[in-house]
């Protein structure tokens, strides 16, 4: 005949502390000695079901229980059982999960979110702080869009959120003496809405966590269950006009104070436009009226031709207070220094190095290289020197124009002469060919200011034709003057 099938190994369960050592109290008390395996009621050959065994439920719940000895031998912490399945093993984890679930509705994190829950149910609605007035009913469907409206997800918002989100769209949308106010009653509706729902969920929350290990747990599904079924997810709101609820919420009339955020930007960013997104910190309201910090972010956009100094407002994103209108924040652009180049206006201002034969020769003079990239050398007229700090003008290499972005201002390069090293030493006949040389002509009174033509080159021809005039296009002559 074939062997008999291994027996099927035994399940462990391992219980809560509490468990644990209630386990353990009773196994030493009353369990066999040297029980270190499975139950014996477990099938001997494999087959068939276990073999029933009339005993008490606590007997047979003690004989699960695992021997100290054995626990270690396993790494298991003592009063682990074998799971055999018996109504008193299940009636006891059962009995461990209803006091952790008591314990934990005890800590101070569940009485805190109790009283937040509270908090947010017993608040007077939105429109009745002189008073009782009628009631709107909003179908739960339309819920989701109110929240779209406001700019927040149902999921995660709370009461905070949703006062923030009307104190800084309200005011913007608050007609004149004369206006219409459309576009605010639909958007002080969506604040109604939100805020009536997050109210009725913190209700519901209340219920929640004043039940939790307390009765029995059948009837509270029971009482769940019946309470979905009668609520279709609607909610209440006053129906009153918006300039109520407006004047409930800014109660002084009053606007907050300015707050000024300044932002670096580069030559770069001015000339080729820039977005960006940038943090600061105001003071914000929540919905107990208590000041905290918020960290928030806005985003700009540098277009060319803009320049330092220039501000962007931005309405009711400032500091908050108690029944204020936010105050707005100005944001001011603010040059960052740049390694080659300095601005003035719409023009740019560089320098380069020459060596000393070559401003005597006059010779070609760079490279110059622009903001753009560009590398440009400059040529002076045919036999012209070049005086120490000359300073030449280049048409067209600035920045974009403030009054017309479509045209560039100019760029400005100044000549520094480098002299021979200190070891240069000439020999007396080259000393005297070379003041021969120099003295035939007289030296300038004011070289630096003399006004001559040169030429301009591109160096990077092929790249500029292909970015700028487009392949197979002539490039055009550039002029500049030294001044």
């Known amino acids: 005949a074939p062997a008999p099938p291994a027996p099927a190994p035994a399940q462990m369960v391992q219980l809560s502390a509490t468990a644990?050592?209630?386990?353990?109290?009773?196994?030493?008390?009353?369990?066999?000695?040297?029980?270190?395996?499975?139950?014996?009621?477990?099938?001997?050959?494999?087959?068939?079901?276990?073999?029933?065994?009339?005993?008490?439920?606590?007997?047979?719940?003690?004989?699960?229980?695992?021997?100290?000895?054995?626990?270690?031998?396993?790494?298991?912490?003592?009063?682990?059982?074998?799971?055999?399945?018996?109504g008193a093993q299940m009636q006891m984890i059962a009995d461990q999960l209803e006091q952790e679930k008591v314990l934990q509705a005890n800590t101070p994190e569940a009485y805190e979110a109790r009283l937040v829950?509270?908090?947010?149910?017993?608040?007077?609605?939105?429109?009745?702080?002189?008073?009782?007035?009628?009631?709107?009913?909003?179908?739960?469907?339309?819920?989701?869009?109110?929240?779209?409206?406001?700019?927040?997800?149902?999921?995660?918002?709370?009461?905070?959120?949703?006062?923030?989100?009307?104190?800084?769209?309200?005011?913007?949308?608050?007609?004149?003496?004369?206006?219409?106010?459309?576009?605010?009653?639909?958007?002080?509706?969506?604040?109604?809405?939100?805020?009536?729902?997050?109210?009725?969920?913190?209700?519901?929350?209340?219920?929640?966590?004043?039940?939790?290990?307390?009765?029995?747990?059948?009837?509270?599904?029971?009482?769940?269950?019946?309470?979905?079924?009668?609520?279709?997810?609607?909610?209440?709101?006053?129906?009153?006009?918006p300039d109520v609820i407006y004047g409930e919420i800014f109660h002084t009339r009053m606007k907050h104070r300015e707050l000024r955020v300044e932002l670096g930007v580069s030559i770069e960013d001015l000339l080729r436009g820039h977005e960006a997104m940038f943090e600061y910190d105001r003071n914000a309201m929540n919905e107990e009226g208590q000041r905290l910090p918020e960290r928030c972010s806005l985003a700009i956009v540098v277009v060319p031709g803009m320049r330092a100094g220039t501000q962007f407002v931005f309405e009711c994103e400032g500091d908050d207070g108690a029944g204020y209108v936010p105050g707005d924040v100005h944001v001011v652009l603010v040059l960052e220094p740049h390694k080659r180049f300095l601005s003035s206006g719409d023009d740019l201002a560089t320098d380069i190095f020459v060596p000393l034969e070559k401003a005597l020769l006059g010779e070609e003079l760079g490279p110059v290289l622009t903001l753009g990239g560009e590398q440009l050398m400059l040529t002076p007229s045919q036999g012209m020197t070049v005086q120490p700090e000359s300073l030449f003008k280049v048409v067209g290499y600035g920045l974009p124009r403030h009054a017309d972005p479509s045209a560039n201002g100019d760029l400005f390069v100044k000549v520094h002469v480098l002299l021979p090293p200190a070891t240069l030493k000439l020999a007396p006949d080259e000393a005297e060919t070379l003041r021969a040389l120099l003295n035939q002509a007289p030296l300038p009174t004011d070289g630096r200011h003399q006004r001559e033509d040169c030429t301009v080159r591109r160096t990077d021809m092929v790249v500029a034709q292909e970015r700028e005039f487009g392949a197979g296009m002539p490039l055009p002559a550039f002029t500049c003057a030294q001044q």
């Open 20 to 86: 644990q050592v209630s386990a353990t109290a009773t196994a030493t008390a009353q369990a066999p000695t040297g029980r270190t395996g499975p139950p014996q009621n477990l099938p001997q050959n494999g087959t068939g079901p276990p073999q029933e065994q009339k005993e008490a439920p606590g007997e047979k719940m003690q004989e699960s229980v695992i021997s100290d000895a054995e626990c270690k031998k396993l790494g298991l912490p003592p009063g682990t059982m074998w799971f055999d399945g018996s």
């Open 117 to 241: 829950a509270m908090a947010a149910a017993v608040k007077p609605r939105l429109g009745e702080s002189e008073g009782p007035v009628s009631l709107k009913k909003i179908k739960g469907d339309d819920v989701p869009y109110h929240f779209e409206t406001l700019g927040l997800d149902p999921a995660l918002a709370t009461l905070t959120d949703v006062q923030r989100a009307y104190k800084r769209t309200a005011p913007r949308l608050k007609p004149g003496d004369d206006g219409d106010d459309g576009d605010l009653a639909k958007f002080t509706e969506s604040f109604q809405v939100c805020d009536a729902w997050i109210r009725k969920q913190a209700a519901q929350k209340v219920g929640e966590l004043g039940t939790i290990g307390e009765g029995d747990e059948e009837e509270h599904e029971e009482d769940d269950d019946e309470e979905e079924q009668k609520d279709d997810g609607s909610v209440e709101i006053s129906d009153v006009a």
